[in-house]
């Protein structure tokens, strides 16, 4: 970092960056907190730190993991029709395709709404709160990370939450629609969902794996 | 928010690729490692400078993506049960019928949502695909775009399934009425996961091989 006029080539491979998605390189600046580094030519955020970003995560994948459970055990649309009324919950709906071969599509729903977001909540605290509180990186933390990233895309709540107001939208003239608890749960997740995503810098969390602080 | 441009090698203003500078970087953790190295030292990834076989596992991953396309299509997507009548309508069906009952906008996004949007990441992921193989109009920074748009909503096309499994729980009212799901969300549910596959498949650093192979070509600029 002290040459600056160092040809790229020549420096060695931990002062450059490497943009994941176009493979363009860069001499490593690690920019203030607050700051995004950006790929010049793909615009991949690089480096993203942020203050207390560590604690941030922490405690919105806290508040994620408790609305993925409440979300699942109480009800997030109610019916009534003609006095028969019915309310559901993500089990019921993972459980709409329980007949035949669709079972599978059952287990699918479960895993993609339920499962699977709770789980890469459960490996980031995993990962993180040794990071945050200045500690080793837990055992296996780098593979936690790994799958943990590697489920970013089948995570997803915050998808179902948006079909439930398409449904509701769907019946609601054919029947008495109704809010239960879990609706406003999801609601809660969405933004929630997309808050960690923003606050979290791969680039950091990686890096602090690699070179952990000494306690 | 600020953004800080990373520093470019000394005074060209061209970006380098790593392969060009004898680097391989990690794709999972972005680690560089130096031309050879077989698996990544941080994270323990398999190191590839250029996926070869992508292309491969793109074309697999689409066509049988497309190919669950069809019986999505063909089969109904729900069963709705009513007092007198039981109705099985198609994707497309479905939205003909809401067109009829005067429900243009409805019947325009449903259309939209689950016939426009999938055939079109199809084509933009054969596009893809196609124009890392030879030269593109497209330029390289468009071509990212369309391959991040279609990253993005890949994972949302579950939307239509989800409706179904809500759907199908929500409006269970015995006699009265029930929904239940058709035979195609079994079929439509592949289809957006095999898409999402072939697009995950992609290796985008392919994208920009190309244009500093053109740049290469060009004298001006
Ligand atoms: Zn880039
Ligand atoms: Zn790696």
Redesign the interface.
Known sequence: MDH??T???ELP?DE????????????L?R?AD?????????HTA?ITPRDNAGLQIIAVAVAVMVLIIGASVFPF?T?D??G?R?A?SVL??????AGG??I??SL??AA??FFIPLLRVLLTLYVLVPIVLDRPPARHA??A??LS??LR??S?AE??A???A??L???AD??D?GFGPAFYMFGALVVLVIAQDRFLC??SV?NS??HPKKS | ??????????TSQE?????D???V??????????MGAQTCS????RLVSRDRQSLQRVWAFWTVGLMCYIPANTYPMLKTRTLFQVDESTIIGGAVELAHHGNWG?AFIILFASVVIPLAKFMAVAFLAISVKQRSVTS??QR?YLYEVV?YI???S??D??????????????S??AI??GTA??FF?LSV?FT?LAA?AFD??M??DTQTKDEGLKTND
């Open positions: 600056p006029d040809p790229l080539a491979l450059i960056i490497v943009c994941p998605q176009c493979d363009a390189v860069y001499r600046q920019p607050g700051e995004r580094a950006a790929c010049e030519r793909c690089l649309l019916i029709a003609a028969n019915n559901v019921d709906a993972a459980l709409a395709f071969p669709m599978l599509l699918a729903t993609l709404i780098v593979a990370f790994s990233e590697e895309p089948w997803m998808v179902f948006i079909g439930c398409v449904a939208v769907k019946v054919l029947a629609v791969k680039w990686w794996l690699e | 928010m600020q953004m800080v441009r990373m520093e470019l090698s000394g970006i380098l690729s790593a392969r500078l004898g680097i970087a990690c794709t999972r953790c972005s680690k560089p490692a130096p941080r994270c323990g990834h409805i390289q920074r990212h990253e890949g994972r949302w579950m939307i399934i989800f409706v179904v499994a809500i759907l199908s729980s929500l409006v269970q009212l015995k009265l009425a239940n799901p969300s079994i549910a996961i999402m995950q985008t650093r994208i920009w």
